[in-house]
């Protein structure tokens, strides 16, 4: 008989956790080249690489839009676009790095946070052209500039996560292992 897939209280709780860890991060940041750069981003990879596509990219999207709802100052819809755009971060990061039965080697898991991290970064810069193009009304030049403005910050917070979530990957995946607790994630 198949095992049904559901989602147990410690898969909640995992989620939850992480879910909070990507919310909390988000509050370290600084300003660079008109815009912001943190390290939800390294967050969001992680949990789309430990956890897979459906349950990191749960953690990453209620983090990242919990934050934004709650701390950011943005609306519902902002909030939920923010949870859709991470969701597919850390789904896509997940999808890279298991496209094959054998365990990822260091550049899968590289190509596969690059995936993530830059498909976030076009998605945001979709979702500021739509928002400053058809929400706001403001003319194609402006446009244009608005996404210039924050094409820098947020190539660079995709660069650092490239970077960081690789490396945290490493560090936290065998302590887990022995612990037994990404079994009940497979």
Known sequence: MKEKKTFSIYKTVFIA?????????????FPLLG??????NTMCLL????FGGVDGGL?????????????????????LVTFATKFLMAYICAQV????????????VVSACA??????VALYMLKTFIYQRFVY???????WAA??????ASVINAVVAVIAAPILYAAIKPALERSGCLKKFR
């Open 97 to 108: 790095v298991r496209t094959s039965r054998e365990e990822p080697g260091k550049g899968r």
């Open 147 to 152: 996404m210039l403005a924050k094409l820098p």
């Open 17 to 29: 956790m992480m879910a909070a860890i990507v919310c909390v991060v988000t509050f370290f940041r």
């Open 115 to 120: 995936a993530g991290a830059f498909s976030y």
């Open 35 to 40: 815009s912001k750069v943190h390290f939800a």
């Open 59 to 79: 953690a990453a999207g209620i983090g990242s839009g919990l934050y934004d709802a709650l701390f950011g100052g943005y609306d519902l819809i902002e909030s």
């Open 137 to 143: 009304g403001y003319p194609q030049d402006t446009v």
């Open 47 to 50: 949990s789309g690489l430990l």
